[in-house]
């Protein structure tokens, strides 16, 4: 199973960037399909964005779409999700994911599609 470890939350005005980061154990990262998620206090857990394993296909949030940008570096074992224009209602605990995609080239939207979990990151924003 890959580990996954989440970094670059933090605290930012409304309006700001931030670049969330996962970085993934093993070496068969270029296999796994990569979602984050997000999940505010009272909350249930909510898809943000999601990639295939080759990084040719992506899904977004509603929400989200035209703000962030999610993106991979097989190479790095990394995925990266780029924050732009956020809002105070995108706070919340931030959460990297991956599940294993042989055979489907494609992003997953769903929290039960997924296998394993990072610890976590805070994105505040202050309005």
């Known amino acids: 199973q890959v580990q996954l470890v989440e970094s670059g939350g933090g605290l930012v005005q409304a309006g700001g960037s931030l670049k969330l980061s996962c970085a993934a154990s093993?070496?068969?990262?270029?296999?796994?399909?990569m979602g984050w998620f997000r999940q505010a206090p009272g909350k249930e857990r909510e898809v943000v964005a999601a990639?295939?394993?080759?990084?040719?296909?992506?899904y977004y949030a509603d929400s989200v779409k035209g703000r962030f940008t999610i993106s991979r570096d097989n190479n790095k074992n990394t995925v990266y999700l780029q924050m732009n224009s956020l809002k105070p209602e995108d706070t919340a605990v931030y959460y990297c994911?991956?599940?294993?995609?042989?055979?489907?080239?494609?992003?997953?939207?769903?929290?039960?599609?997924?296998?394993?979990w990072g610890q976590g990151t805070q994105v505040t924003v202050s309005s």
């Open positions: 994911a991956a599940r294993t995609s042989y055979y489907a080239n494609r992003a997953y939207s769903t929290p039960s599609e997924y296998g394993s």
């Open positions: 093993g070496r068969t990262f270029s296999s796994y399909a």
């Open positions: 990639i295939s394993w080759s990084g040719g296909r992506t």
